[in-house]
C-alpha cells in the first residue's frame, strides 16, 4: 500500500475516532483537522492501518538474559 492510502486510511480511521471524544480545538490533545492531519502523516510512513509496523524495528538479536 503506497503512502498516500495509508494517509487515507490513517486520516478516516482518527476522524472517525474524534466523533468518539469531542474536544474544543484549542485542547491539545484534541481530535482536530489539525492535528489529525499530522497524526495521519505520521502514521502513514511508519504503520499500516492494523498498526503494524512497516519496518521492522529493533536489532533482530534476541535477549535471552535474565534480570538479575
Same mark, same amino acid.
Given at each position: 500500500?503506497?503512502?498516500?492510502?495509508?494517509?487515507? !486510511? =490513517?486520516? #478516516? #480511521?482518527?476522524? @472517525? /475516532?474524534? #466523533? #468518539?471524544?469531542?474536544?474544543?480545538?484549542?485542547? !491539545?490533545? %484534541?481530535?482536530?483537522?489539525?492535528?489529525?492531519?499530522?497524526?495521519?502523516?505520521?502514521? %502513514?510512513?511508519? =504503520? /499500516?492501518?492494523? !498498526? @503494524?509496523?512497516?519496518?521492522?524495528?529493533?536489532?533482530?538479536? @534476541?535477549?535471552? @538474559?535474565? /534480570?538479575?
Amino acid at each position: 500500500m503506497n503512502r498516500f492510502k495509508l494517509f487515507v !486510511g =490513517h486520516w #478516516k #480511521k482518527i476522524r @472517525e /475516532d474524534a #466523533k #468518539k471524544y469531542p474536544q474544543p480545538w484549542w485542547v !491539545g490533545g %484534541s481530535y482536530n483537522l489539525w492535528n489529525c492531519f499530522w497524526w495521519a502523516v505520521h502514521n %502513514s510512513g511508519t =504503520h /499500516d492501518l492494523n !498498526g @503494524e509496523y512497516l519496518i521492522k524495528v529493533g536489532n533482530g538479536l @534476541e535477549n535471552n @538474559e535474565k /534480570d538479575t
